[in-house]
């Protein structure tokens, strides 16, 4: 849950309180799914699982940084969860979750914005990025699809330059 979002450093600004009956459903919502996860992860091995989850998320990265052009792996770091954060260039964040989110067998990723780091976005130049969770239950199926649609998407961005120019 997020209580303030960072406006600019070092001041920080309140979000507005959900209304009492949404906090309820989605808190129970976030518990149900949560302890769904757990016992999942538990049955499975915990080990097992963060093996899985780091071999598809390093499977995405190496695919996306070589096989989409015009985009950029963000994640940093010695140990990289299954979160992969990217760009691609001439490309806002939120347009490129809503082609994702609006193919016939939709993606869902989300859209991380400054505010949520603002430090670290600030030193590297970046306003935003895209983050797809990778997890321990997708499929090499589901990686492929994802870098399928990039693909489509940067292609299309280069064809729109090619005409133009």
């Not at 993606?107 to 970046?126: A, K, M, Q, Y």
């Not at 935003?128 to 994802?146: K, P």
Request: charged share 20%.
């Amino acid at each position: 849950l997020i209580a303030a979002g960072s406006v600019h450093q070092p001041r920080c600004e309140l979000l507005p309180p959900l209304h009492l009956d949404q906090q309820c459903v989605y808190v129970f919502q976030l518990q149900a799914g949560f302890g769904a996860a757990v016992q999942y992860c538990i049955d499975q091995g915990i080990d097992r699982c963060w093996q899985r989850t780091q071999a598809l998320a390093a499977s995405l990265r190496q695919q996306l940084t070589k096989n989409a052009p015009g985009i950029t792996v963000r994640d940093k770091g010695r140990v990289l969860c299954g979160i992969v954060s990217f760009t691609l260039e001439g490309h806002e964040a939120s347009a490129i979750k809503s082609f994702l989110a609006n193919r016939e067998t939709p993606i869902n990723v989300s859209v991380s914005p400054i505010g949520s780091t603002r430090l670290d976005f600030e030193s590297r130049g970046l306003t935003e990025v895209v983050r797809a969770s990778v997890t321990y239950y997708n499929t090499d199926e589901d990686i492929h699809a994802l870098v399928t649609a990039l693909t489509e998407l940067a292609q299309q961005q280069q064809h729109l330059e090619d005409e133009q120019s």
